[in-house]
């Protein structure tokens, strides 16, 4: 069974910075690209950065440099790095990523996401 772990949200204050981790396990074949999204509340769920296998990050355009998203693939792991933080940013930020579980199974999994809470 695959699943996606996140970690790393928390309280900070407006201009702060915050990592978030999502670490994948399970019987995973293969990982075609892993990415962020963040739902604030009373609102739809949104992209805000993927990092696709051996190709570069790409970035809501509102997160242009400020957030930066990286992998550790010996790892299966992504990172979001999170600077000069806003109150906007505040929202549930879940981790997701396309991955085989075997040659010919690929699917989408989420996390179960992790609270990020930006004070003014």
């Known amino acids: 069974q695959v699943q996606l772990v996140e970690s790393g949200g928390g309280l900070v204050q407006a201009g702060g910075s915050l990592r978030l981790s999502c670490a994948a396990s399970?019987?995973?074949?293969?990982?075609?690209?892993m990415g962020w999204y963040r739902q604030a509340p009373g609102k739809q769920r949104e992209w805000v950065a993927s990092?696709?296998?051996?190709?570069?990050?790409v970035y809501a355009d509102s997160m242009k440099g400020r957030f930066t998203i990286s992998r550790d693939s010996a790892k299966n792991t992504v990172y979001l790095q999170m600077n000069s933080l806003k109150p906007e940013d505040t929202a549930d930020y879940y981790c997701?990523?396309?991955?085989?579980?075997?040659?010919?199974?690929?699917?989408?999994?989420w996390g179960q996401g992790t609270q990020v809470i930006v004070s003014s």
């Open positions: 997701s990523a396309e991955m085989w579980s075997s040659p010919i199974t690929l699917r989408s999994y």
């Open positions: 399970g019987s995973i074949f293969g990982i075609k690209v």
């Open positions: 990092i696709p296998s051996g190709g570069s990050a």
